[in-house]
């Protein structure tokens, strides 16, 4: 068990950590200004094809960029630092951005290369779910008896 822990932590701490810095620099200047600018700009093209469009809601990009920079922060904390049941719900807003964002980059006819980063993120996340599952799966089974005569005997008594 203390093997499973260990790898995933190894997906869990530097995909979190990794996804929180960028949702800090959607968030802020101060983090890194290349990435600051450009998201800004991004994130005008993607009010252009948020999926509520088709009901008549298109965000304000700005407001839009730091709603989603605001989650991706939370949620990669959590997934680093919260508790079990924080880690899950920080673990599914992720995978709901990443999807959200392949969409997006999708929706607006982007390359491939531009695509990857949130693909492999959503790769690694689902890898995450998948380790995490057998992980409880492991817990779960248990050796089971073989039922015999004298077990069912004693069961009647």
Known sequence: ????????SVLRVPLGGFLARVGAAELSEQ???????????????????FPLKVFGYQPDPLSYQTAVGFLELLAGLLLVTGPPMLQEIGH???ILL?????????A????LSTCIPAIVCLVFL??????????QTKKVVRPT?????STFKESWK
Do not use: H, N, Y
């Open 1 to 8: 068990i203390a093997a499973g822990a260990l790898l995933l």
């Open 108 to 111: 607006l006819k982007e390359s």
């Open 98 to 106: 990443m999807i959200g964002a392949i969409f997006t980059l999708a």
């Open 126 to 135: 689902l890898l995450l779910d998948i380790a995490q599952l057998l992980a």
């Open 145 to 149: 008896r073989k039922k015999t005569l």
């Open 31 to 49: 983090i890194s200004a290349p990435v600051s600018e450009r998201m800004k700009a991004l994130f005008v093209q993607f009010a252009e094809v």
């Open 92 to 94: 599914l807003f992720l």
